[in-house]
């Protein structure tokens, strides 16, 4: 515990000799354009990842990034974005190789998580990703990733939180992205809705996409 301590002094006065006004400035306001949902997994760090400093993006992350419409700390977090501080991007960030996402694909016990993960394994139903005999257990992995990103977009843009923003006529964008630790890039999902009217279209090409990747 020391050391993360001594490692929290040298960053601030690191960023205090870039900026020396950076944390007043910061602690007056936050007016983050981003608001991120990403999965837990400590090797996708949400801010690094984008080259953003503290302030630049509201973060809630979760086990494989799901969006469930009973959630209410992830309604929450999307309710204040959208509502007050008026983020006009909403980016749904998966990553290849998730380990709740295998969890899923093999059919792994692990205990209360399973419930969660139960949301995983409706994306496998709905597009009928499972592993079958001879299968490269990998490939499907980060298959269902992709699918699992596009799912939670559209969750996102099927909440009232965003239904009554775009009805008011906020300028706001849903996007699906997904992350390579491999070799730490991002690539849009081409899933990017800014109302409710594309939805289903943008959501079908990006499935197709996927659904030829993965041919």
């Not at 295998?102 to 409706?122: F, M, T, Y």
């Not at 990998?138 to 699918?147: I, P």
């Not at 992350?179 to 081409?190: M, Q, T």
Request: hydrophobic share 40%; glycine share 6%.
């Amino acid at each position: 515990m020391k050391e993360l301590f001594e490692k929290n002094i040298a960053w601030a006065e690191a960023v205090k000799e870039s900026d020396p006004s950076f944390f007043e400035k910061l602690s007056k306001q936050q007016a983050p354009e981003y608001l991120w949902i990403g999965c837990s997994d400590s090797r996708v760090p949400a801010n690094e990842i984008v080259g953003l400093m503290p302030g630049e993006l509201f973060v809630h992350r979760n086990v494989a990034n799901l969006v469930v419409h009973s959630d209410l700390n992830c309604l929450s977090v999307m309710q204040y974005a959208v509502e007050y501080l008026k983020v006009k991007h909403v980016i749904v960030c998966g990553h290849y190789g998730c380990g709740g996402v295998r969890a899923s694909v093999e059919r792994q016990r692990l205990g209360l998580i399973d419930n969660w993960l139960l949301n995983v394994q409706d994306v496998q139903y709905i597009h009928q990703a499972f592993l079958a005999e001879g299968q490269d257990a990998k490939e499907l992995v980060n298959k269902v990733c992709e699918l699992n990103v596009t799912e939670q977009v559209v969750n996102v843009c099927k909440t009232n939180i965003i239904k009554d923003a775009w009805a008011r006529g906020q300028d706001l964008t849903v996007h699906g992205w997904i992350y390579s630790i491999a070799d730490g890039l991002l690539r849009d999902l081409g899933v990017n809705i800014t109302n409710l009217e594309e939805m289903r279209s943008k959501y079908h090409i990006a499935v197709e996409d996927i659904n030829k990747r993965y041919a």
